[in-house]
């Protein structure tokens, strides 16, 4: 069974930094493309930013610039380094990968998310 797990969220001031980090599991032939979501109180799940199996990255305006996103493919992993984080950064962030297993073929996984609060 697939299973993408986040971790390295917290609590942190204004112009701090964070790193979360997305670990993959569960019969794995090979992950293509991962991203990052993100979703604030009373709003819709928006778009972080997405990295493809061969490292090529898209990033949302809110996110250049601040964030970098990159993975290891030997470990399954995938992670976002964010840097001189706002207010506005608060949200629950979530892992998407599109994931290819022996028995599914390739299906869409998301992890359960990470809270990150950024005080001001």
């Known amino acids: 069974q697939v299973q993408l797990v986040e971790s390295g969220g917290g609590l942190v001031q204004a112009g701090g930094s964070l790193r979360l980090s997305c670990a993959a599991s569960g019969g794995i032939v090979r992950i293509n493309l991962m991203g990052w979501y993100r979703q604030a109180p009373g709003n819709q799940r928006e778009w972080v930013a997405t990295i493809i199996r061969g490292g090529t990255t898209n990033y949302a305006d809110s996110a250049k610039g601040r964030f970098t996103i990159s993975r290891d493919n030997a470990k399954n992993t995938m992670y976002l380094q964010m840097s001189n984080l706002k207010p506005e950064d608060t949200a629950v962030y979530y892992c998407?990968?599109?994931?290819?297993?022996?028995?599914?073929?390739?299906?869409?996984?998301w992890g359960q998310g990470t809270q990150v609060t950024v005080s001001s």
């Open positions: 998407n990968a599109n994931i290819v297993t022996r028995d599914l073929g390739e299906t869409a996984a």
